[in-house]
């Protein structure tokens, strides 16, 4: 008896992965090649470098996938790519290496919605009906979703500006935590967790954005200015220069983390309120499930818990390997689009990429 077998392989962003995933979320082989470090140096990512760095691996962390699977090629159902949403430039280097090799093998092609990946991952570990409530909170995303089928999302918040992450981002670049000797490896999210533990939250008071809108959709950049300001004027006080780390920026950590994680748990409430409201989800054992490599801070998620506490729903999250942007979750996609007959193309003749 033979198991669907699927190979993900996702580029969206700064991370060259692959996965070969079965019917049953069994994950045969896989392979990452994060690009963190390069882009740690440059203070962001550089599109054109991404994508030089994912051409001179693509074909070596699929190899490894495939190996490690102990997969034939031949043996596969279909092989899964991330087409959108992302960087066009990484994008397309997925894209046509997936193209040329299921040319190559004449395999079935899935193309994945990388933000509906995130949001299935947690299928592939437990046994999660739909409808659920998704929350998305990564460097590159930030939304809230009702989960009511494979490809069927209602979308029920979003950033207005930029992602939580890529605000934490900010904020640890700003702070120069790169050259805390504690955090020069960190991302800027979790050198900021990490930093926040060796601070008092309550030395400064940020409001939480948004606090009036009778939505769920989010917002960060007036977060960061405030606390650019605020860095800005210790920088003054102390008497350092751009680039030296303030004696104050554990408080600043432990305040931004606060404020992050408040905004970001009020939100979530008031998509909870409405779905159960709208009996769009279940009064008694609905499911939430965070993802994206904010998930993965444990200060939001104890936010998040009281949430959920309150409301009777159970909280769940991937580990965090699966949290962040990998190739199982493409592969697993795969797996739940191949299960239910959903856009599988069986000719890719014309398929080019077309970004967002
Ligand atoms: O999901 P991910 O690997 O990539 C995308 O952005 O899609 O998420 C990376 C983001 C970065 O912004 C990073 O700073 C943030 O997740 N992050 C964290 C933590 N670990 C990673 N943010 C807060 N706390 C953490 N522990
Ligand atoms: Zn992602």
């Not at 093998?105 to 437990?126: Q, S, V």
């Amino acid at each position: 008896f033979l198991h669907k077998l699927v190979l993900g392989i996702e580029t969206s962003c700064d991370d060259t992965a692959a996965a070969v995933v079965d019917e049953t979320g069994n994950v045969l082989g896989e392979a990452i090649h994060s690009q963190t470090e390069v882009h740690l140096k440059t203070g962001g990512i550089v599109p054109p470098v991404a994508q030089q760095l994912h051409r001179e691996n693509i074909q070596r962390i699929v190899q490894e996938a495939l190996s490690t699977s102990k997969v034939s090629p031949s043996e596969l159902s279909a092989i899964a790519t991330t087409v959108k949403p992302g960087l066009a430039l990484s994008l397309g280097v997925g894209l046509s290496f997936s193209l040329q090799l299921v040319d190559q093998l004449k395999k079935p092609f899935i193309p994945i919605h990388h933000m509906e990946a995130h949001a299935l991952t947690i299928r592939l570990l437990n046994k999660v009906e739909f409808p659920f409530l998704v929350l998305l909170i990564s460097g590159g995303h930030c939304l809230l979703a009702l989960v009511r089928g494979v490809s069927d999302f209602l979308l029920l918040g979003k950033s207005l500006d930029i992602a939580p992450g890529d605000m934490l981002d900010k904020v640890a670049r700003r702070l120069s935590l790169i050259k805390h000797p504690e955090c020069s490896t960190m991302s800027g999210g979790k050198a900021i967790e990490h930093l926040a533990k060796q601070g008092n939250k309550l030395h400064f008071d940020f409001k939480p954005p948004m606090q009036r809108a009778k939505n769920c959709d989010f917002s960060f950049t007036g977060l960061q200015h405030v606390i650019d300001k605020i860095i800005t004027q210790k920088e003054k006080e102390e008497g350092i220069q751009k680039g030296q780390i303030l004696s104050s920026a554990a408080h600043i950590a432990a305040a931004v983390q606060h404020t992050t994680a408040c905004h970001i748990a009020k939100r979530t409430h008031r998509a909870i309120l409405f779905c159960k409201q709208r009996d769009l989800l279940s009064q008694s054992n609905a499911v939430l499930v965070v993802s994206g490599g904010v998930a993965s801070n444990l200060y939001i998620r104890k936010a998040l818990e009281i949430v959920t506490n309150a409301t009777q729903c159970t909280l769940l999250c991937p580990p965090p390997k699966l949290c962040t942007d990998n190739g199982i979750m493409i592969a697993w996609n795969g797996v739940e689009r191949l299960r239910a007959g959903l856009g599988i193309l069986h000719n890719t003749e014309g398929i080019r990429y077309e970004p967002k």
